[in-house]
């Protein structure tokens, strides 16, 4: 495979529903796996889109909520037991002590495998170890340290949000992109911070056009059921562009 594949393993949240395990997204660039967030659910995702969990390069978390981090452990288990024993693991300010804490809790894997840590912050750039790529972070409205990225290959680019509500900083990051996976966690006029409605979305894009070609949302909360067309709809009224709710297995080749 040459380019860049996009597979949705996660499009779901912290409650459970039919047909959306927690956030994920599996980026392939140039025959080589990165993973975008590992919530639960993930790791059984990834064994069902036909990839093997050994063969991921790295890991990338936008934020440390548990439905974006839950399955790491169990993914990097999961790897010990078929013989792979190290992993990257990146993410914001704090995913050290995140991780440190959650292997004191479970003491018996300490010693089993290396994860290699890399902390990131706003504005920084970084090519991940084993992949053919650049990925660039913006900070998001989400948690104090939750971070964006765009990710670029070979002249293709990806944005994805993990959770936020619209903002300048990743209008900037997504600007000329080629696909913009952005959170759209609740139905239109639902009233809500840190997260995004769609015409929260589009009212952010009346100050900052939205310059990308594709255009899809995850991070569907339960409230969105019945409210999907409706969302759609409304976006294209202010985008020209592709506009796509994802579904859990879905891929997108650019
Ligand atoms: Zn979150
Ligand atoms: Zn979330």
Known sequence: MSGMEITFLGTGVGIPQAGRVQSGVLMDIEDKTLLFDCGCGVLGRIYESGHAHKDIEGIVL???HLDH???????????WLVGRTDMRLYGPQGTREWFEKTLDVYDYLRDRFTVEITELSPGDEFKPGGADCSIRCAKTVHTGNSLA???ESKGKSVVYTGDTEPCEAVMELAEGADVLIHECSFPLGFPMTNHTTPDMLTLMMEEYPLNVRELY??????????HEREAVD???KY???KVM???DLMEIKL
Do not use: C
Not at 70 to 76: E, F, N
Not at 217 to 224: E, G
């Open 62 to 64: 936008t934020h440390l």
């Open 69 to 79: 981090v839950s399955d790491v452990l169990a993914l990097i288990k999961a790897n």
């Open 149 to 151: 990225y765009r990710i």
């Open 217 to 226: 949302l995850t991070h569907i909360y339960p409230h969105m059921q019945g």
């Open 234 to 236: 409304h976006i294209r």
């Open 239 to 241: 985008f020209d562009g």
């Open 245 to 247: 709710i994802a579904k």
